[in-house]
């Protein structure tokens, strides 16, 4: 190429380009070199060195080394201009010779590419800036270039396994994933690269270091890594949410199977009551043997009534229990004087199986700290389940024994055992009506989730043991021994003060038959009873009839029995009335509220027949 030809090249071409001679005097220069530059005049013959007197020395070394044939070149050079501006340049310095190889000059030639350095830039700080967030994530983000990761964070490093980043660091996606998933891996990855959108999360198996498998859900979208286009892999553990979700699952169905067996249970004893009520109906009790009927009948019913009262109040125990609204009342207390009433308690289904009962406590008194009434419950439920599941004639043992700082109390019985499967869960909620019990006798789980959680809030423990069907099985109860050695109470149950009642009671509840049910059992037991169906009435009753007990019931609409017991204090009448609340709630806070309104006792229904009489035990004034 001829020289004339080399500078109309230089001014003709797209690129920043200059040619100079020996002395660095211009002899071409084009459009883009001055535009670049911003000549504003004719630079042609004129030195580079005058056009630009700010020259550095280091581009004059550059200079003079292409002038004695070196060829020079950089990429991403910063140049600084006068004005404070700062460029980025890749450029060129090499001689150009005449056809003899004699050097004639130099060619430089430079391209900007400050744009570029700045999208490098904003693009490596936002691979800081990603690096950052996602070190933070508790979910696992990795980066998928060209088909291997090129980034994982903490938490990725954490659900697969690894030691550190670098053992996930050029894997492939399908050395990581079950090769089940390897298909969607294949079609996400086409998703992402080709039509550059996110996938929907979806859930995928994934295989550890250790060679365990995880469940994870699994989002993808595009992004650019290192300047190229990358998949940024989002990935979540669903281990927990599984377990939750399972968990909900078998809830409801425990609560489906509960409701049935509630019903099941609830039917039961329904059911001889109805067909007990409609022989009455067509008995002639005119006659000896319809009378003889009639109370061949009242047995039955007095149990299965008991039957009845009995799961309301094993319910309400487990929801009193479960919301933490139970308090202990707690003494000092002999526990073979609690193990003697829980017996006493349990006489009636040891005797109905005719179970041979052994009872050994020895001779050493262990004292315990604890409820009276709570503890009595604990071995009563022990003693019933023993009865329960236990073939008629069968043998039940307690029996007490310390154990270095606890009292040890075992149940055990030559019954129909438990199974190694069912073992584990027999103090849980439900169990009964959630797991199978070979020959069940009945029930609704409640009763050893009762005992697990009372004896816990004595500071014990209790242990189910079997060695299986058939086998009968074990229940042992540690309670702490007390640690003061004052003597120890004769067990007895919290009773309200004695109450004496008249003979003229009035009875109040809007429930119909509810009332007249009670006033028909008062007027039996000898009483003159009134009844009143709503607050208002039942003021009126107070003034007129001057009862000396009231049955007020608490959940009547309009006036409550609250507001009905505090109208009826401000009556001249009603001051020296005795207040007995009604009600089908039985909790503490209740009976804070009916001792608050006016209430002398709180009762829960149905009222028992032994508390009835002694409310009505013989007063003292004959009025």
């Given at each position: 190429?001829?020289?004339?030809?080399?500078?109309?090249?230089?001014?003709?071409?797209?690129?920043?380009?200059?040619?100079?001679?020996?002395?660095?005097?211009?002899?071409?220069?084009?459009?883009?070199?001055?535009?670049?530059?911003?000549?504003?005049?004719?630079?042609?013959?004129?030195?580079?060195?005058?056009?630009?007197?700010?020259?550095?020395?280091?581009?004059?070394?550059?200079?003079?080394?292409?002038?004695?044939?070196?060829?020079?070149?950089?990429?991403?050079?910063?140049?600084?201009?006068?004005?404070?501006?700062?460029?980025?340049?890749?450029?060129?310095?090499?001689?150009?010779?005449?056809?003899?190889?004699?050097?004639?000059?130099?060619?430089?030639?430079?391209?900007?590419?400050?744009?570029?350095?700045?999208?490098?830039?904003?693009?490596?700080?936002?691979?800081?800036?990603?690096?950052?967030?996602?070190?933070?994530?508790?979910?696992?983000?990795?980066?998928?270039?060209d088909g291997r990761y090129a980034y994982a964070n903490r938490a990725a490093i954490r659900l697969l396994g690894a030691q550190d980043a670098g053992?996930?660091?050029?894997?492939?996606?399908?050395?990581?994933?079950?090769?089940?998933?390897?298909?969607?891996?294949?079609?996400?990855?086409?998703?992402?690269?080709?039509?550059?959108?996110?996938?929907?999360?979806?859930?995928?198996?994934?295989?550890?270091?250790?060679?365990?498998?995880?469940?994870?859900?699994?989002?993808?979208?595009?992004?650019?890594?290192?300047?190229?286009?990358?998949?940024?892999?989002?990935?979540?553990?669903?281990?927990?949410?599984?377990?939750?979700?399972?968990?909900?699952?078998?809830?409801?169905?425990?609560?489906?199977?509960?409701?049935?067996?509630?019903?099941?249970?609830?039917?039961?004893?329904?059911?001889?009551?109805?067909?007990?009520?409609?022989?009455?109906?067509?008995?002639?009790?005119?006659?000896?043997?319809?009378?003889?009927?009639?109370?061949?009948?009242?047995?039955?019913?007095?149990?299965?009534?008991?039957?009845?009262?009995?799961?309301?109040?094993?319910?309400?125990?487990?929801?009193?229990?479960?919301?933490?609204?139970?308090?202990?009342?707690?003494?000092?207390?002999?526990?073979?004087?609690?193990?003697?009433?829980?017996?006493?308690?349990?006489?009636?289904?040891?005797?109905?199986?005719?179970?041979?009962?052994?009872?050994?406590?020895?001779?050493?008194?262990?004292?315990?700290?604890?409820?009276?009434?709570?503890?009595?419950?604990?071995?009563?439920?022990?003693?019933?389940?023993?009865?329960?599941?236990?073939?008629?004639?069968?043998?039940?043992?307690?029996?007490?024994?310390?154990?270095?700082?606890?009292?040890?109390?075992?149940?055990?019985?030559?019954?129909?055992?438990?199974?190694?499967?069912?073992?584990?869960?027999?103090?849980?909620?439900?169990?009964?009506?959630?797991?199978?019990?070979?020959?069940?006798?009945?029930?609704?789980?409640?009763?050893?989730?009762?005992?697990?959680?009372?004896?816990?809030?004595?500071?014990?423990?209790?242990?189910?043991?079997?060695?299986?069907?058939?086998?009968?099985?074990?229940?042992?109860?540690?309670?702490?021994?007390?640690?003061?050695?004052?003597?120890?109470?004769?067990?007895?149950?919290?009773?309200?003060?004695?109450?004496?009642?008249?003979?003229?009671?009035?009875?109040?509840?809007?429930?119909?038959?509810?009332?007249?049910?009670?006033?028909?059992?008062?007027?039996?037991?000898?009483?003159?009873?009134?009844?009143?169906?709503?607050?208002?009435?039942?003021?009126?009753?107070?003034?007129?009839?001057?009862?000396?007990?009231?049955?007020?019931?608490?959940?009547?609409?309009?006036?409550?029995?609250?507001?009905?017991?505090?109208?009826?204090?401000?009556?001249?009448?009603?001051?020296?009335?005795?207040?007995?609340?009604?009600?089908?709630?039985?909790?503490?806070?209740?009976?804070?509220?009916?001792?608050?309104?006016?209430?002398?006792?709180?009762?829960?229904?149905?009222?028992?027949?032994?508390?009835?009489?002694?409310?009505?035990?013989?007063?003292?004034?004959?009025?």
């Amino acid at each position: 190429m001829s020289d004339l030809q080399l500078q109309l090249f230089i001014e003709h071409s797209p690129a920043a380009m200059a040619m100079f001679d020996r002395n660095m005097r211009y002899l071409a220069a084009s459009r883009r070199w001055l535009s670049d530059h911003r000549f504003d005049e004719p630079v042609l013959g004129r030195s580079h060195y005058d056009v630009l007197p700010d020259m550095p020395e280091r581009w004059k070394d550059v200079h003079r080394r292409a002038l004695a044939g070196e060829v020079i070149a950089k990429a991403g050079d910063r140049f600084d201009r006068a004005d404070g501006t700062v460029l980025w340049l890749d450029w060129e310095a090499r001689p150009w010779k005449n056809p003899e190889g004699e050097i004639r000059g130099i060619v430089i030639s430079m391209e900007d590419i400050t744009a570029r350095k700045r999208i490098e830039e904003a693009l490596r700080e936002s691979e800081e800036r990603f690096r950052t967030l996602t070190e933070m994530s508790p979910d696992c983000i990795m980066v998928n270039l060209d088909g291997r990761y090129a980034y994982a964070n903490r938490a990725a490093i954490r659900l697969l396994g690894a030691q550190d980043a670098g053992d996930i660091v050029g894997l492939s996606p399908f050395d990581i994933v079950a090769p089940e998933f390897h298909e969607r891996v294949r079609t996400r990855t086409r998703i992402v690269i080709e039509e550059k959108r996110e996938t929907e999360p979806k859930e995928a198996l994934w295989r550890r270091f250790d060679g365990t498998s995880v469940e994870v859900e699994v989002a993808t979208r595009p992004m650019i890594w290192d300047g190229k286009p990358a998949i940024q892999v989002v990935a979540r553990d669903i281990t927990e949410r599984r377990q939750a979700e399972e968990a909900l699952r078998e809830a409801d169905r425990r609560k489906d199977e509960f409701l049935a067996t509630l019903a099941h249970e609830l039917r039961n004893p329904l059911a001889p009551i109805r067909n007990a009520v409609y022989v009455l109906k067509k008995t002639d009790v005119g006659n000896p043997e319809g009378r003889e009927r009639a109370r061949s009948l009242l047995p039955m019913m007095e149990r299965q009534v008991d039957h009845l009262v009995r799961l309301v109040d094993d319910l309400l125990e487990v929801a009193r229990i479960t919301s933490g609204k139970i308090q202990l009342r707690k003494q000092h207390l002999d526990l073979s004087s609690v193990i003697h009433q829980a017996i006493e308690t349990s006489y009636p289904l040891l005797q109905a199986g005719e179970h041979e009962t052994n009872v050994s406590l020895g001779d050493e008194r262990l004292v315990v700290e604890g409820d009276p009434v709570r503890l009595t419950q604990v071995f009563a439920n022990l003693l019933n389940n023993a009865a329960k599941y236990t073939s008629p004639q069968g043998r039940i043992e307690i029996s007490m024994a310390r154990d270095g700082g606890e009292a040890v109390v075992s149940v055990r019985d030559n019954g129909i055992g438990i199974s190694d499967e069912i073992l584990p869960w027999i103090f849980d909620l439900f169990t009964q009506s959630s797991r199978a019990v070979p020959h069940t006798k009945g029930g609704m789980g409640v009763g050893l989730a009762l005992v697990r959680n009372l004896v816990e809030m004595h500071g014990g423990s209790v242990e189910g043991r079997s060695d299986g069907p058939g086998h009968g099985s074990e229940f042992l109860v540690r309670l702490p021994l007390a640690v003061a050695t004052a003597p120890a109470k004769a067990l007895e149950e919290a009773a309200a003060p004695s109450i004496r009642a008249s003979r003229r009671i009035l009875v109040v509840d809007n429930e119909k038959d509810v009332a007249d049910g009670l006033a028909m059992l008062l007027q039996v037991m000898g009483a003159n009873v009134r009844v009143a169906y709503d607050g208002a009435s039942a003021l009126a009753a107070v003034a007129d009839f001057k009862p000396h007990l009231a049955f007020v019931d608490i959940g009547m609409p309009g006036m409550d029995g609250y507001e009905t017991a505090r109208r009826i204090r401000m009556l001249p009448e009603g001051g020296g009335v005795v207040l007995i609340a009604l009600s089908g709630w039985g909790q503490d806070d209740d009976r804070q509220r009916a001792q608050e309104a006016g209430f002398d006792r709180h009762c829960v229904k149905p009222i028992k027949f032994t508390v009835l009489e002694e409310l009505l035990a013989p007063a003292t004034d004959d009025a």
